[in-house]
């Protein structure tokens, strides 16, 4: 079981993160602002737009697709692909694929639309120094 902790970002005001998880998957931690998912290997969980079935719910956000974006994990790793939303969506200001994930690594800056959300861990993050990743700073 890999875990993805997700922030807003502060910058983007007003939006807030509210997961629904799947049965056997944690959801949010109450005692802080900070939100994290723990999910088996192999799941897929839609993020999106309030009240149209997606698993993560992005509040405040106008301008996310009803089904904007899909996060996986795919052995231990966590990734991103845009499902054919208007305003796209990137990891560190690139815009993501709809056909090939993109691995997402901590301190990541993922935006759906226009509501930036920031990794804090994820568990395949020695694999690629940060450096040698497209997009990194």
Known sequence: MSTLYLCA???STGVDLRFRPRPGAEGAAPETDERYLAVPAGTF???GKPYRGADIELHGAPYVSGQHAELGNVNGCWTVRDLGSREGTYVNRARVDG????????GDRVRFARAECIVREAPCAAAVEPASRPGAA
């Open 99 to 106: 056909v090939i994930p993109t691995v997402l690594y901590p």
């Open 45 to 47: 969980l839609t993020v």
């Open 9 to 11: 970002d502060p910058e």
